[in-house]
């Protein structure tokens, strides 16, 4: 049993250093870069895949703590960790933020007006929209939109 603990311990350890490089690739290349006022926290919190997390600690532990090869295993977790790390470059990290992110042709109504462009951004009460019609950024608040 205390096998299995080290192994999910050492995929949970594993996993967040890698979530945690991802997340800030695509805050200092897309969150910062267009200006979008959000904690890294939160976006760290509010954009998680919890299947992903899980899986990934399951492969992680199992890898590091009862594959026999030990080569192999440390060869598969720096290479996740490069993998991870290579959202700190630029580009990398700012398609992955746009992917994850990012939404085109979204139309948005609240009582008074019907918005059109793109969402940047979509935080816990705001969203961070790029309005075609205006030709620049707005927020706007979500308790506002109609459903």
Do not use: C, W
């Not at 192994?7 to 200092?28: E, K, P, Q, R, S």
């Not at 979008?36 to 509010?46: G, Q, R, S, T």
């Not at 997390?53 to 720096?78: D, E, M, N, R």
């Not at 705001?126 to 706007?140: G, H, P, R, S, T």
């Amino acid at each position: 049993m205390s096998k299995f603990i080290q192994a999910l311990l050492v995929g949970v350890f594993f996993t967040f250093i890698y979530d945690y490089l991802l997340f800030l690739g695509m805050f200092l290349h897309y969150i910062k870069p267009n200006e979008i006022p959000e904690y890294y926290n939160i976006l760290f919190a509010d954009h998680q895949n919890y299947l992903y997390i899980l899986l990934s600690v399951i492969f992680i532990g199992f890898v590091s703590t009862y594959l026999k090869q030990k080569v192999l295993s440390f060869a598969l977790i720096f290479a996740l960790l490069l993998l991870s790390a290579s959202a700190l470059i630029p580009t990398i990290g700012k398609a992955l933020a746009k992917s994850v992110l990012y939404s085109a042709d979204q139309r948005l109504q609240d009582d008074r007006y019907i918005y059109k462009g793109e969402t940047y951004y979509e935080g816990r009460e705001i969203i961070y929209f790029y309005d075609e019609d205006l030709q620049k950024m707005i927020n706007i608040q979500k308790k506002d939109l109609k459903k």
